[in-house]
């Protein structure tokens, strides 16, 4: 069986009315107004064959699913944790961690805390200390592991004054914020003997584990001609648990889980669970789903379609570089990352940059991306607009559309115009934020 999706082609005019009804806000178009969708890879892979005949069996039983025991088994062969407490989607496990394992004004060390993340941290009174190493601020280093935590600033901060703050280390494989630049082995072994040397567990976001684990065996020396299985069974043998977006590298359209060692931290999870996800054996998952995902994990660490995956990224990023546009390298597993500052140098950083830019790509050719933006602990902002690519679903020929777009979108760099912020929640604003196009640019370059 195969199931292709038709795509629409819009005028500049259709799209700039899309936009006007949108208030601007990339995630409040209609999908079918978009042509090449680059704004996420989660949830928006296509599924397999293998997936599809193994959601025909999904055990929809409320408690005791048969479909759980599969996913169960899976994740506890490949990562060997012992309790997996099943969630809808990553920011559900995010939700019961910081429940269970923090307390109002504490300080959570990571090497860059995604954006749900950190909405749930400050949700729940926890202050982030991002420690990325330095060397993530040189976009065009070529550096294979910027997204590493930097240990020196990490044992300084738990054996100082603030250690009593800290209820455990995370770590984000790969570093989405920080353009998806992967974390080494090397790294995360020498994090998990700091952080076990001060007493505080070590716990992974990690739902591209996959490919960190292939960017690994392919750019860590000391780590070539392993097997991916054995590079990601070694990542989770290093923490105490993690928590998955499954809707990433495990190739689901929804789901996450919860795994970890503790049988009593488990417990407090799946108390917690019960409140607002469901049942221990289902937590806001359906059967099929729960099927999907036990086997998209093998699927997703299958070493061609991490060639495949990853060197797709690699393309993108080569036609933006060759078309003269300023791209972050080296690329990443899932995203391309352009630096909004080096291509719109003339608005300022309350002109929404990063936003600019991806609205004039889908202005120019219905491509939809997103703004990324960081704070740094010196203040420094840092804005940037990703293009994720979603698993198994666009051919180069698309990517080279999506390229060439971007390419227009340079010729007239300097005439962009920045957006003024009309409203916006407080947590994870970008998602339900109503933008206004400035009607002159800051000033002219």
């Known amino acids: 069986m195969r199931v292709v999706e038709p795509l629409r082609f819009t005028t500049v005019a259709e799209r700039e009315k899309a936009l006007e009804e949108a208030h601007f806000n990339l995630y409040s178009l209609r999908a079918e107004d978009v042509l090449i969708d680059l704004l996420t890879d989660s949830g928006t892979c296509a599924i397999s064959r293998e997936q599809m005949a193994a959601m025909m069996r999904g055990d929809e039983s409320y408690a005791g699913s048969a479909s759980f025991y599969r996913m169960e088994s899976a994740v506890r062969d490949l990562f060997g944790f012992e309790h997996v407490i099943p969630v809808h989607q990553g920011r559900a496990a995010e939700r019961l961690l ?5 307390t109002p004004g504490q300080l959570l060390p990571s090497n860059t805390l995604f954006d749900t993340t950190r909405a749930n941290a400050l949700d729940y009174g926890v202050e982030a200390a991002d420690l990325p190493v330095p060397e993530f601020l040189d976009f065009s280093s070529l ?3 910027k997204g590493n935590i930097d240990c020196e600033a990490l044992e300084a901060l738990l054996r100082g004054p603030e250690a009593k703050r800290i209820p455990f280390v995370l770590v984000n494989i790969t570093n989405n914020i920080c353009a998806d630049q992967p974390v080494s082995l090397e790294n995360l072994r020498e994090t998990s003997r700091i952080a076990h040397q001060y007493g505080r567990p070590l716990y992974l976001d990690a ?4 490919q960190n684990a292939w960017l690994i065996q392919q750019y860590e020396a000391a780590e070539a001609g392993r097997s991916v299985r054995s590079i990601v069974k070694e990542i989770f043998d290093l923490a105490d648990g993690c928590y998955i977006s499954a809707k990433k590298d495990a190739m689901g359209q929804i789901g996450g889980f919860l795994a970890v060692r503790e049988a009593s931290v488990a417990q407090k999870l799946k108390e917690r669970m019960l409140l607002a996800e469901g049942f221990v054996t289902y937590g806001g998952m359906t059967g099929r789903d729960m099927e999907a995902v036990a086997v998209g ?3 997703g660490i299958g070493e061609e ?6 060197e797709r990224t690699a393309y993108l990023h080569e036609q933006l570089r060759l078309a003269g546009v300023p791209v ?5 597993g899932h995203a391309v990352y352009l630096p909004a500052a080096k291509i719109l140098p003339h608005l300022a950083a309350n002109e929404n940059p990063g936003h600019a830019l991806a609205v004039e790509l889908y202005r120019e050719g219905g491509v939809r991306g997103t703004k990324i933006a960081l704070t740094l602990a010196n203040g ?3 804005e940037m607009l990703r293009l994720a690519i979603p698993g198994r679903v666009y051919s180069t020929s698309h990517l ?8 227009g979108v340079m010729l007239r760099a300097e005439q962009i115009q920045g957006f003024a912020t009309v409203c916006a929640p407080p947590l994870l604003g970008g998602f339900m934020a109503q933008y206004r196009q400035l009607q002159e640019a800051a000033c002219t370059v």
């Open 297 to 299: 994990l093998y699927e």
């Open 207 to 210: 739902c591209r584990f996959a």
């Open 380 to 382: 420094e902002h840092v």
């Open 328 to 332: 972050i390298s080296p690329p990443g």
């Open 305 to 310: 379609h991490l060639r495949c995956r990853v």
């Open 143 to 145: 550096d294979r592991f």
């Open 98 to 102: 910081f429940q269970v394992m923090t």
């Open 400 to 407: 080279d559309y999506a390229a060439d777009c971007m390419r």
